[in-house]
């Protein structure tokens, strides 16, 4: 395992510096301050009263699964059988599935840059190696086909992520349509995080199932559902990878948390999913209004939680820019290199996953901080 070319995630040094003042608005961290469904609650103590300690089957719980089909039935009109759904702790344990599934040692992963880190760092745990293309607001952080004509043949699997961490943007159906239909022409597999999927704002995000049934599609429950400390996620795979994922999984992890699955099975409750969505859609609108006065924000995010805000006006140095927020007025974002190297040292992303009138003290910090900078100069 190729350990030496992992990057720290460096949000993760932000929230334990954050940690250490009181006061500390946060806008660096991907999760969600609400709880899940009362229902879930109800359903853990049941479950722990059951005494459901044991081990379940590595594909996790048939009736799990039957609900997460149930889930795209409803969702986006498409049948999957319960066979093809595996249950991971979070979303991590999916990726390492999914990379085991697709490619061999030395074997290249198509990543965007931006994206999330780990994606990289996963690849480089499997001894695999990520190529990186860039994308930028000229396409909406979507990457095109032309993009992957370009680079096919370096290339045995491409995943890329919508909504996307970090800059909230959601590949159209017809650009994820073209994607699919290119990726299944050049034989390479297709790997499709869709975390965020529910926490969309003006539009439905399509699933590459609709385009691609032997797409590798990733979700979980730690953002919609509110449930990031259950770590539990799920992959469905093309049905003839069914029986390798399982011993896979048998082998990484023998099974997803039993308590989290059992939880789980009460978190699909609609009505309570809607509010979650409302109120993450008028934070987005609270903030994207706030920051676009402070900021070059190249467009309004159609999904996820996040603000991907150009800074460049301020510094050519994100990271430091970031650090001395933190430090002077303890406000804490994520810096853009976080993400990859496209130009990503202009950037921060803000999250908006604390309530608006935290955010309201972070933004009214942030503007007097900002003019006295200005003064100053």
């Excluded at 510094?315 to 976080?338: C, N, R, W």
Aim: aromatic share 12%.
């Amino acid at each position: 395992m190729r350990y030496d070319k992992m990057s720290a995630f460096i949000v993760m040094d932000i929230v334990r510096e954050a940690a250490k003042y009181p006061n500390a608005i946060h806008f660096e961290i991907g999760q969600p301050d609400l709880p899940p469904s009362p229902k879930v609650k109800a359903a853990l103590q049941s479950a722990v009263a059951a005494d459901q300690f044991s081990y379940t089957e590595s594909l996790g719980l048939p009736a799990l699964r039957e609900k997460i089909c149930r889930y795209y039935q409803d969702t986006y009109q498409i049948e999957i059988s319960p066979q093809r759904v595996l249950l991971t702790p979070g979303t991590s344990g999916a990726f390492l599935i999914a990379y085991a599934l697709t490619l061999a040692k030395g074997e290249k992963l198509g990543l965007t840059d931006p994206s999330y880190p780990c994606y990289k760092n996963f690849a480089y745990m499997m001894e695999v190696e990520p190529h990186f293309m860039p994308v930028d607001k000229s396409s909406c952080y979507q990457l095109t086909v032309p993009q992957l004509q370009a680079q096919h043949e370096k290339i045995r699997a491409l995943q890329i992520s919508s909504p996307a961490n970090p800059t909230g943007n959601i590949y159209t159906a017809e650009s994820l349509q073209a994607l699919n239909t290119y990726c299944r022409q050049h034989d390479i597999a297709f790997i499709s995080d869709e975390l965020y999927h529910g926490l969309v704002y003006e539009q439905q995000a399509a699933t590459a199932l609709q385009f691609n049934p032997d797409a590798y599609v990733i979700n979980g429950f730690s953002k919609y559902f509110c449930m990031p400390g259950a770590r539990l996620g799920w992959i469905i795979v093309p049905e003839h990878k069914v029986r390798e994922a399982e011993i896979i999984a048998q082998n990484i992890f023998i099974c997803a948390p039993t308590l989290s699955q059992y939880g789980a099975l009460a978190a699909f409750d609609n009505a309570y999913l809607a509010q979650i969505q409302t109120t993450f859609r008028q934070r987005r609108d609270y903030l994207y209004n706030e920051l676009k006065q402070l900021f070059t924000i190249e467009f309004k995010p159609q999904g996820a939680f996040y603000l991907w805000a150009d800074v460049s006006r301020y510094t050519d140095d994100s990271y430091q820019f970031a650090k001395e927020m933190l430090a002077e007025i303890q406000v804490a974002t994520t810096p853009g290199i976080d993400f990859g190297n496209n130009g990503t040292h202009h950037y921060l992303r803000f999250a908006y996953t604390r309530d608006i009138e935290h955010m309201r003290k972070g933004i009214a910090r942030l503007k007097a901080w900002l003019k006295n900078r200005e003064k100053s100069r």
